[in-house]
């Protein structure tokens, strides 16, 4: 019964304590001073955006011919949705930054 108590209060003190632990920003904050380290930023987010650019480039080719015909006007913005902005994250960046590049649709 004791080891119960102990843990409930363990428990409940990790509960309260928590949320005093997580300092959050703001939404625009959070890229007004975004970096990451350069390791991660070559294993990991080099290799996914590429993933990602690659798979927009396929559903790229699989959409372009139904863009085309319906909403021609509109076919520089899908383009630039799946291709383009993951293309420019990917290699327009500086190692371990991502802010600075124009990834907007």
């Known amino acids: 019964m ?19 632990a997580a300092q959050a920003v ?15 930023d070559l294993l990991v987010m080099r290799p996914v955006s590429f993933a990602t650019m690659v798979g927009g480039f ?6 372009a011919p139904l863009t085309a015909i319906t909403v021609p006007e509109e076919f520089g913005t899908v383009t630039d949705m799946l291709f383009r902005a993951p ?16 990834v907007t649709y």
């Open 26 to 40: 703001t939404y625009e904050d959070s890229f007004a001073d975004c970096s990451y380290p350069k390791g991660f």
């Open 58 to 63: 396929v559903v790229f080719v699989a959409v």
């Open 87 to 102: 293309a420019r994250f990917t290699f327009r960046r500086a190692l371990g930054v991502c802010s600075g590049v124009d």
């Open 2 to 20: 004791r080891k119960l108590a102990g843990s409930l209060v363990l428990m409940l003190g990790l509960a309260l304590g928590a949320p005093l």
